[in-house]
């Protein structure tokens, strides 16, 4: 199995059989998706051009969906990026591991 | 007190402590990380993004990019780099799945937020509904208990997907 999901099925595991109710069980499902979430960003912003950022921030009219579609897979296909984010998505999944030991589950 | 009432009292002040630990953990990864991009750079990008996707379907803006990042990978031949390639655009599909493109909700925010309150990231009703989906389909189906974890990470992946 691929190694995040591993990550992820294990950190499912977990707190499936720690000792809390479903609707505990349900946020931390939901604050896991949006650490994924939080994870891509920060790689985006860092390798994203910013002149093409800053132009496209000055008429925010001229933004569209095919623009920024444009802007992004640019970003994500530069070399490098990808895994960059992999290893994001990795180590925040990394931090969730680590508070649930740190609550003994 | 009944032994009954007592034990759902463990378990709820268990869960407000292991959902605490996890939103603070993440607010405090999410933190660190953002050190070093500067926040007019990352406003910037969030109001491109949520500019770009408003008024759009989120799985149709989310499938349009992916297919523009999966058309601008070139072709590979080296075997090496095909798989590593493969796994590239699982990662792809992942972060697809879970809107992280096309979000326009600025995530470290809420989880700052969440911090602050204790009571974990903001909530959202329909992703609440469809965890609870997930886990239904444990007690429906009589999957076992990995096919049910499966189902889970499999919906934390694809909530808010319209397709799923």
């Given at each position: 199995m691929y190694h995040m999901e591993e990550k992820l099925l294990a950190i499912v595991t977990r707190i499936e059989s720690a000792p809390i109710g479903d609707s505990d069980k349900d946020h931390l499902y939901v604050q896991v998706r949006h650490a994924l979430q939080a994870a891509v960003a920060p790689v985006l912003v860092s390798h994203v051009p910013k002149d093409k950022l800053h132009e496209l921030t000055h008429d925010?009219?001229?933004?569209t969906l095919d623009r920024y579609i444009q802007l992004i897979a640019g970003v994500v296909n530069a070399e490098g990026v990808m895994e960059e984010i992999e290893a994001s998505m990795i180590s925040v999944l990394g931090e969730i591991d680590t508070a649930l030991l740190e609550s003994g589950v | 007190m009944s032994e009954e009432i007592q034990s759902e009292e463990v378990k709820a002040a268990k869960g407000a402590e292991i959902r605490k630990k996890v939103s603070e953990r993440i607010s405090n990864w999410v933190k660190e990380k953002s050190r070093g991009i500067e926040q007019v750079d990352r406003h910037a990008f969030n109001a491109v993004k949520k500019k770009a996707v408003t008024g759009e379907s989120p799985q149709g803006a989310a499938n349009r990019l992916k297919s523009a990042i999966e058309s601008g990978g070139g072709v590979v031949k080296d075997e090496a780099k095909k798989t590593k390639n493969k796994m590239l655009m699982k990662t792809l599909g992942i972060i697809a799945s879970v809107g992280a493109?096309?979000?326009?909700?600025p995530v470290s925010k809420a989880a700052l937020a969440a911090t602050a309150t204790g009571i974990g990231v903001a909530e959202k009703a329909t992703e609440l509904k469809a965890m609870k989906d997930a886990r239904d389909i444990k007690k429906s189906k009589g999957l076992a208990p990995q096919d049910a974890k499966g189902a889970i990470v499999e919906r934390i992946l694809q909530v808010g997907n319209p397709s799923y």
């Amino acid at each position: 199995m691929y190694h995040m999901e591993e990550k992820l099925l294990a950190i499912v595991t977990r707190i499936e059989s720690a000792p809390i109710g479903d609707s505990d069980k349900d946020h931390l499902y939901v604050q896991v998706r949006h650490a994924l979430q939080a994870a891509v960003a920060p790689v985006l912003v860092s390798h994203v051009p910013k002149d093409k950022l800053h132009e496209l921030t000055h008429d925010l009219s001229s933004v569209t969906l095919d623009r920024y579609i444009q802007l992004i897979a640019g970003v994500v296909n530069a070399e490098g990026v990808m895994e960059e984010i992999e290893a994001s998505m990795i180590s925040v999944l990394g931090e969730i591991d680590t508070a649930l030991l740190e609550s003994g589950v | 007190m009944s032994e009954e009432i007592q034990s759902e009292e463990v378990k709820a002040a268990k869960g407000a402590e292991i959902r605490k630990k996890v939103s603070e953990r993440i607010s405090n990864w999410v933190k660190e990380k953002s050190r070093g991009i500067e926040q007019v750079d990352r406003h910037a990008f969030n109001a491109v993004k949520k500019k770009a996707v408003t008024g759009e379907s989120p799985q149709g803006a989310a499938n349009r990019l992916k297919s523009a990042i999966e058309s601008g990978g070139g072709v590979v031949k080296d075997e090496a780099k095909k798989t590593k390639n493969k796994m590239l655009m699982k990662t792809l599909g992942i972060i697809a799945s879970v809107g992280a493109f096309i979000d326009p909700e600025p995530v470290s925010k809420a989880a700052l937020a969440a911090t602050a309150t204790g009571i974990g990231v903001a909530e959202k009703a329909t992703e609440l509904k469809a965890m609870k989906d997930a886990r239904d389909i444990k007690k429906s189906k009589g999957l076992a208990p990995q096919d049910a974890k499966g189902a889970i990470v499999e919906r934390i992946l694809q909530v808010g997907n319209p397709s799923y």
